[in-house]
């Protein structure tokens, strides 16, 4: 059996028996986006490994595509697992410059991103392109997290709504056979990397109306988990994590230091928190 093979069967072990208890892994993930070294990747990882971290934490680091292979050699017997920024949308084939979801799953890779606004805005990205890179992940094994989140504009005119359904509802035709397979992750554009964040109560309500969107028509069980992403440090994150319907994190510039990194998953490992 592939040591792949053999992670599956630990994780779906943890997750049957946190499901048993009725309860979900939160999920704590570090976008790297272009930053880090290959020394700076190796430093990290070690001492992310040497941390306590307990069962109900999922934690997943997202390198650089050149760092995955060190990933993939340092994390082979931990619980830490991790994932690409980024994903074709084709198989194989003359696509200069792209990685494919086969060749994720070769370099270990649990989940990969989908979406992240930055990809929407510098690249193009469609939510239809999106929707088929996270088809494609899905066809390989690969979880994907889908990122949707409204810009200051749509925000302020309250149209955000609007976009967000559009995004999710892209989003759901893909993970309509396997939503508890596929994450949402909301990241509001105007809180990404700026220090600004959402107030608990427009989280809240964020989140209720994704999950709502989500939820259409099934079971509660059978839902695509929901991050929040957008300047989440140690001192915000606790009193988030306290929202409904936010079942995890997807961080930027606090899961560049492993300090601050460390400092997130202190604060979500203390009594009572989750
Ligand atoms: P930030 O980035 O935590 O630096 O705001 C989040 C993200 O882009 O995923």
Redesign the pocket.
Known sequence: MERREIEQLVRAHMGQKLEAEGKRAYIVAA?W?MNMSAKETRAFLRELCDTKVPEYLDIIIFPPFPYLPDAQKMLRYETVTYGAQDVAEQDKGAYTGEVSAAMLADCGCSYV?AG???RRAYYGETSDIVARKASKALEYGVVPVI?IGETLEERRSGAYKEVLKGQIEAAAKVCKEKPAQCII?Y?PVW?????VIPTIKEIEETHRYIHDVLAAGRDAGDCSRILY?????ANNVKEIASVPHVDGF??????LKVESFKNIIKQLSLDGCL
Do not use: D, Q
């Open positions: 976008n986006k991103l992240h606004s930055e990122c992750a990241e809180a990404i990397g700026t220090g992403g957008g300047s989440v440090n997807l961080i930027g510039g606090a899961g």
